[in-house]
């Protein structure tokens, strides 16, 4: 079991040259790399200098909008308490950001088992990348001479360059990424936890990740399994594990393996927005692992 408190992560600045636009972030939870289940959770702020074109990843991804409003253009807007699940091979945007926008998002290998490449190797690759074309408005501009396509998305070139292959999208599950607005689902009681309600937005594809939130009256406790992360967005109390028990807060984080139990003892009414991660344990026949 991992914790961090997000306002005691330090805040990186990054200049996203495979899109455009400078943003902050802070990493809150992070996965194996080179794994089919590799992940990354990141507190991302941006500003209105932020454009994406529209694209499609090899990974899945949901965003929760803390502050701000992110804009997707014909896939809708993202407003403060706004949930989103960008499935792989999905195609989305272009996407543009408010002044100040705060959005809480996880991106993680999905069902086709390509992985998640890793902040580290997006850089590199994006930075060794310039030697051979330009990055304008989220697409590599090849050099003329350059062998390859002459104009790509900016993340596919990286990933490319990066893994030595051509990128197979995934086929397409969903037709548009799913939007949804937690405020009109109801709670309900979670069997077995006194105190504890729960709203379900979804479980996806055949490998079932899963994004739902948990409310906790003071005194209520909640047992945590599987392979999932917690992300605190109200209320304190105490978080305990296979080592020790921690105070929890406003924005802490705890992700747990599936061999392992946590629990929550909420001192102070709690909420907190609960991410499944997928169940690739039988994934061996999948790309990367084929690599």
């Not at 253009?73 to 999905?90: C, H, L, Q, S």
């Not at 596919?156 to 949804?180: D, F, L, S, T």
């Not at 009256?217 to 109200?234: E, H, N, W």
Request: glycine share 10%; proline share 6%; hydrophobic share 35%.
């Amino acid at each position: 079991m991992r914790i961090a408190h997000g306002d005691q992560v330090e805040e990186k600045i990054r200049f996203h040259q495979h899109r455009q636009g400078m943003f902050r972030h802070r990493t809150v939870a992070a996965g194996e790399p080179g794994t089919p289940g590799n992940f990354i959770l990141e507190m991302v702020r941006t500003t209105d200098d932020f454009f994406s074109p529209r694209h499609r990843h090899n990974f899945d991804q949901f965003r929760y909008q803390l502050e701000g409003e992110f804009d997707f253009d014909r896939n809708g807007k993202m407003a403060p308490g706004v949930i989103g699940y960008f499935p792989e091979g999905t195609p989305y945007g272009p996407q543009s950001s408010s002044v100040s926008s705060l959005t809480l998002v996880l991106q993680f290998g999905g069902a086709s088992g390509n992985g998640y490449m890793t902040q580290e190797q997006l850089e590199a690759g994006t930075a060794e990348l310039k030697a051979h074309g330009t990055f304008e408005k989220g697409v590599f501009r090849r050099n003329e001479g350059e062998d390859g396509k002459r104009n790509v998305d900016g993340y596919q070139a990286v990933w490319e360059y990066v893994n030595k292959r051509p990128m197979n999208y995934p086929a397409q599950r969903y037709r548009e990424p799913i939007m949804m607005s937690p405020e009109h689902f109801e709670w309900v009681p979670v069997e077995g936890a006194p105190g504890v309600c729960e709203k379900l937005m979804g479980v996806f594809t055949e490998r079932r990740c899963e994004a739902r939130f948990l409310r906790l009256a003071p005194q209520a406790r909640l047992r945590a399994s599987g392979r999932k992360i917690y992300f605190v967005l109200t209320g304190d109390g105490q978080v305990s594990g296979p080592v020790s028990g921690q105070a929890y807060r406003r924005y802490t984080t705890v992700f747990s393996e599936q061999e392992e139990e946590a629990a929550f003892d909420a001192e102070t009414p709690t909420e907190i927005l609960a991410f499944g991660l997928p169940h690739l344990e039988t994934a061996a026949h999948y790309a990367i692992a084929a690599e």
